[in-house]
């Protein structure tokens, strides 16, 4: 039905809708015809992508060309699936980094780095183009994929208008003015209101409890009463049912068995109140994996009997394919008894072909529980009328850290399906540790600032080069979306710059007398050599404390000197790791572990040595009761306590003492208002310091990218890849090599480091500068591999490796990633016939054999790189074997359910 307000196109286009259009896409449409570019930010589920659609319909009825790009394939696939049934197969094309389905048509579904890739190229397929949609625009915050929105935006041409759809970002109006500023006018339109309404729950054991309270007042956050009574009764029991008689609940002692309701438990009572389809957010794959299986081993059962061969039909339209030799290996047919049984885990470590079947079973309303990492909540269309958050803690790469308000927003977004469900539900598991204060603060709070990932690296620099020459393409970086928000931040630094100068002036006139001046500077001076050689005398006595223990030896007695573990120690096993040893002892009072030099205020010294047995299990209780006893029995006696610091290092410092000199004889120094004018005088030092700190950001902070640039360019003259502000051959291959390594990868081919390897051999050695461990390997291993072609062929690579990080600790350039060996035992298995078991073993972290899922997204990076070098090197040889190499890969399941 047409509203009367709409005219022209969007007349057309929202009388072929079954439903109205929302104000704000009523807004951001009519936006759009006329002849504006937007920003649409709204929340997940809202319906954004209209808008993208109907920059579609303006393209078409205008006779030119649209791309519509998403940041992931399967996003791009969906999109795809999505216009075909709307315009027709014939309408409607698809690019992504494998797959190219009517390429030449006026409508093309694409994945961001595509549009990327034909921009630099200047490909004949750009003519024509009137509009681009960028679905997930927010995509470029991400750090390392973030940069190619930004290429994308400041390349287009000025004439092309471009749709641009974002989550809900707090800082939507920045990001637009910034748009403003590269591509012209741009009508930004936010809404915040979410389509179906959220409500917030806490399930604490069996018990559901609203979050919030029902009768708290408009804008005030009260968590709800009951529960909170609920909870502190709860703790009560718990506090009294954990004493009991014995040790550790065997004679007297705490117990800390906390068990969590069963997963089954948890979607039953969840079936019970009518929320399911549930997902179950779980921040590890192992998690999402034991929680299926709690479901499997239970008599869960949410499936329909009348509902079985429509299951089957999914399974076998995306897994029929496979090979059968290959389905024991990922645990087919008890994946498949989940699904009938109505649940399933959704994680990246699941092969795709699986990840396909339970995202269309899930939307079909075929499976009603998925157990998922947080990848789930990146874009992909599959809502649920209930989002389950068992913890609020994830690991973000680095450390555990508690869930940001973005984060949980983006999580239970998912909650609610647009014309389905009246209602959506967020469900937060309690255990002991949540506050739900806390939890009530995150759920309340929608601030998701949109921060820029932007930063030029070498095949950009070459391409910008290469396109508009490396004046233009600094002026280009200052436009960037980066840049923007850096100098905005220039912006309070300046004006803080300026409040404290005025101050400065204020003070100095207070003082009056520029000699007072120069007598504060020599009462800075000397606190600041006072300080210098305290931290210096600190220093000297951690070094004489690292070297002491360094020279420890198996058997050595010391004396720990001060702390918990003061009195004698056993040198269990001697560690002489530079500038951080940290041996192995026992003490006299049985502990067992290991020291440091913070544990040695003193620098240890051997008492005298104990024989040791040969082997000696400190883990034993036994172990260390007997060998507590024998150091008892040496008779050593821990020396008295040493007096720390009974000389300062500024006692006999000759230029401290000139400086107390020239202090003393200073005319200021007898005034009677000295302290009075101390004080002042102290304020503007601090204020100087201060001040300067802020120019130095200042500094930093203006044209940083273009100077970023600047080095890159340095070291890319170097090479040879630049000369004369022109880029040479090299250079114009690099251009054509979009890879974390890419200059890495250039250098191999230039020096013919990969020649003479077959096509397994070159996948396997290839795969180190793709292959990423997800634990951590401790250090660049020696080039290994199965033949003597692959050893040399990884020596070669790391060693360009090593010498361009050399030049680019030179160049004040961030390092690229050190190569990855993880990685070649098995691609080399699977690129020459062997079966998936055997490679999926021989792949992975610490034995751990890899999942199928990463197994086949890393097997298809690699055939991504080696299409790449098959189309960039000048040796035939090369570039022959790694097209071999590519269709020896392609095969089973890196084949299947490509996406």
């Known amino acids: 039905m047409t509203s009367p307000s709409l005219t022209g196109e969007l007349a ?18 009519a936006a759009l015809q006329s002849g504006h570019s937007v920003l649409v930010c709204a929340p997940t589920g809202a319906g954004k992508t209209i808008v993208g659609e109907f920059a579609v319909h303006m393209a078409r009825a205008a006779g030119g060309k649209c791309f519509y790009t998403t940041p992931i394939k399967a996003l791009s696939n969906q999109k795809y699936n999505d216009l075909v049934e709307r315009y027709g197969r014939d309408a409607v094309g698809l690019l992504t980094g494998d797959q190219s389905v009517n390429p030449g048509a006026d409508v093309v579904v694409m994945t961001t780095e595509v549009l990327r890739n034909m921009l630099y190229a200047g490909s004949d397929a750009l003519r024509g183009l009137s509009h681009v949609v960028m679905d997930e625009v927010h995509y470029l915050a991400d750090r390392f994929r973030g940069a190619v929105w930004e290429e994308v935006i400041l390349h287009l041409p000025p004439d092309v208008r471009l749709v641009s759809l974002s989550a809900t970002v707090s800082n939507a109006e920045e990001f637009g003015a910034w748009m403003e500023t590269v591509r012209g006018d741009t009508a930004v339109v936010v809404d915040e209101t979410r389509p179906v309404p959220l409500w917030q729950h806490v399930l604490v054991g069996k018990r559901m409890f609203d979050l919030f309270d029902p009768k708290s007042s408009a804008g005030k956050i009260v968590v709800d009463r009951d529960l909170q009574q609920y909870i502190k009764q709860r703790e009560a029991a718990d506090r009294m049912n954990s004493w009991s008689p014995g040790p550790r609940g065997r004679g007297g002692g705490p117990r800390r068995d906390f068990r969590p309701v069963p997963r089954p438990e948890v979607i039953s009572r969840l079936d019970d109140e009518g929320l399911l389809p549930a997902i179950t957010f779980i921040f590890s794959r192992a998690g999402c994996d034991a929680a299926l299986a709690q479901c499997v081993r239970s008599r869960l059962d949410l499936s329909d009997p009348e509902q079985f061969d429509q299951v089957e039909a999914i399974i076998a339209k995306h897994t029929g394919d496979l090979p059968r030799a290959d389905l024991e290996v990922l645990g087919y047919w008890g994946w498949r008894e989940a699904l009938h049984r109505g649940f399933a885990a959704h994680h990246a470590g699941i092969l795709p072909a699986f990840r396909h079947t339970v995202e269309e079973l899930f939307v079909n309303g075929l499976v009603r529980a998925v157990f998922a990492t947080e990848t789930l ?3 992909i269309n599959m809502p649920a009328r209930t989002v389950v958050l068992e913890r609020l803690v994830k690991f973000n790469g680095e450390t555990h850290a508690e869930l940001t308000p973005g984060e949980y927003t983006q999580l239970t977004g998912r909650a609610g399906r647009r014309g389905i469900d009246v209602e959506g539900h967020a469900v937060v598991l309690w255990g002991p540790g949540v506050d739900t204060s806390a939890v009530a603060g995150l759920a309340s709070t929608r601030t998701f600032p949109l921060r820029s990932s932007f930063r030029p690296g070498y095949n950009m620099s070459i391409n910008l080069i290469d396109r508009m020459g490396a004046a233009e393409s600094r002026a280009l970086l200052e436009r960037s979306f980066a840049q923007f928000q850096a100098d905005r931040s220039v912006v309070g630094l300046v004006r803080g710059i300026e409040r404290n100068e005025g101050q ?16 504060m500077s020599l009462r800075d001076r000397i606190r600041r050599r006072e300080r210098d050689l305290e931290q210096q005398g600190r220093s000297d006595r951690r070094g004489a404390a690292v070297a002491a223990l360094e020279s420890l030896r198996r058997g050595d007695v010391v004396a720990i ?13 001697p560690d002489a790791t530079p500038g951080d040893p940290r041996p192995l002892v026992l003490t006299e009072d049985k502990w067992a572990g290991r020291v440091s030099a913070a544990d040695f205020p003193t620098p240890a010294k051997t008492l005298g040595r104990m024989r040791l047995p040969r082997h000696v299990d400190h883990r034993t209780a036994r172990t260390r009761r007997d060998l507590a006893s024998a150091l008892r029995s040496t008779g050593l006696v821990p020396p008295g306590r040493e007096r720390r610091g009974t000389r300062s290092k500024g006692a006999d410092d000759r230029e401290l003492d000139t400086l107390r000199r020239a202090l003393r004889s200073h005319p200021a120094h007898s005034r009677p ?7 002042i005088g102290e304020r503007m030092v601090r204020l100087e310091r201060e001040t300067e700190k802020m120019r130095q950001e200042v500094a930093a902070t203006t044209n940083s990218l273009a100077r970023v640039f600047d080095r890159i360019v340095g070291l890319l003259e170097e090479r040879g890849y630049v000369a004369d502000g022109e880029v040479t051959a090299d250079g114009r291959r690099l251009a054509r090599i979009y890879s974390e390594a890419d200059l890495v990868v250039a250098e191999c081919l230039r020096r013919g480091s990969w020649r003479g390897l077959g096509p397994a051999e070159l996948a396997a050695v290839v795969s180190i500068l793709v292959y990423e461990s997800r634990q951590e390997a401790g250090g660049l291993l020696a080039a290994t591999g199965p033949t ?25 350039l961030p390092p690229t990633r050190e190569p990855d060996l993880g990685f070649v035992d098995g691609i080399h298995k699977w690129a020459r016939g062997d079966g998936l078991a055997e490679s999926l073993l021989a792949s992975g972290d610490q034995g751990n054999a890899l999942a199928a899922g990463d197994f086949v ?12 070098i098959h189309n960039t090197a000048d040796d035939v040889e090369v570039a022959a074997t790694a097209a071999k190499a590519v269709r020896a890969m392609r095969r089973g399941v890196v084949a299947v359910d490509s996406a």
Do not use: M, N
């Open 12 to 29: 057309a286009f929202a009388a072929e809708l079954p439903f109205p259009l929302d104000p704000f896409q009523c807004e951001a449409c």
């Open 377 to 379: 909540a990146l874009g």
């Open 504 to 519: 400065l002036r204020k003070l100095r006139s207070q003082i009056g007398d520029d000699g007072f001046l120069e007598y």
């Open 561 to 573: 000197p001060s702390g918990r573990r003061q009195g004698l120690a056993v040198i269990l096993e």
């Open 673 to 679: 208002d000295r302290e009075q004018l101390a004080r």
């Open 788 to 812: 003597a072609p692959i050893r040399r062929a990884v020596g070669e690579t790391i060693t360009v490796w090593s010498e361009l990080r050399t030049d680019e600790a030179r160049h004040k």
């Open 857 to 868: 997204r890393w097997c298809r990076q690699v055939i991504d790189l080696l299409d790449q």
